[in-house]
């Protein structure tokens, strides 16, 4: 089975939240509505590339979670 790069998740102990969890290396939860993130990965690497490669990560959840969200209105309406 694959898993995807990217899953929305929620938690009803935390019903106003809405989060992103990143599967592959460097896997990570953010809390959206917080913008908060938390590492599961420790991360190695040189800084200057880290940064890249962790702004364009964020750059692609972030257009995930558009897409989801927009999937997910379509079908309320």
């Known amino acids: 089975m694959e898993i995807p790069h990217f899953l929305l998740a929620d938690n009803t102990d935390m019903p106003d939240d809405i989060f992103i969890v990143h599967t592959e290396y460097p896997r990570f939860i953010w809390n959206v509505n917080h913008d908060e993130l ?6 190695e690497g040189e800084e200057d590339e880290l940064v890249n ?7 692609c959840a972030e ?3 558009e897409r989801e969200m927009k ?3 379509a079908e309320l309406i």
């Open 53 to 59: 490669d962790i702004a364009y990560l964020l750059e």
């Open 38 to 43: 938390e590492w599961i990965d420790d991360l």
């Open 63 to 65: 257009a995930f979670y």
């Open 71 to 73: 999937r997910h209105e």
